[in-house]
């Protein structure tokens, strides 16, 4: 199982950036599906954006052109650069690897910790 460590979040204010890193551990993260996804308080949770193995990328029609996903998989990490950040933003943000079919091994799902992100004045 991958092992996930977000990291980048904090306080900032509306109209502010912020870019969260999350590392994964192992020798396979370039065959995965990488998402970022996002939970408020009282709210489920909810995909923010995803990028495939392949660098495609889609995002939640609440974050298009705000926010960027990016991989480098030479050095395990998926990026998430938010810009434009507003008060309903906040959350906390995972980061997950999507189930995968490796030949015939089957890689289930992993996820992060989280990080915290709070959009405030």
């Known amino acids: 199982q991958v092992q996930l460590v977000e990291s980048g979040g904090g306080l900032v204010q509306p109209g502010g950036s912020l870019r969260l890193s999350c590392a994964a551990s192992?020798?396979?993260?370039?065959?995965?599906?990488m998402g970022w996804y996002r939970q408020a308080p009282g709210k489920q949770r909810e995909l923010v954006a995803a990028?495939?193995?392949?660098?495609?990328?889609n995002y939640a029609d609440a974050v298009k052109g705000r926010f960027t996903i990016s991989r480098d998989n030479a050095k395990n990490t998926v990026y998430l650069q938010m810009s434009s950040l507003r008060p309903e933003d906040t959350a906390v943000y995972y980061c997950?690897?999507?189930?995968?079919?490796?030949?015939?091994?089957?890689?289930?799902?992993?996820w992060g910790q989280g990080t915290q992100v709070t959009v405030s004045s």
């Open positions: 997950k690897t999507e189930p995968v079919y490796y030949g015939i091994t089957y890689y289930r799902d992993s």
């Open positions: 192992g020798s396979l993260f370039s065959i995965y599906t």
């Open positions: 990028i495939t193995n392949g660098g495609s990328t």
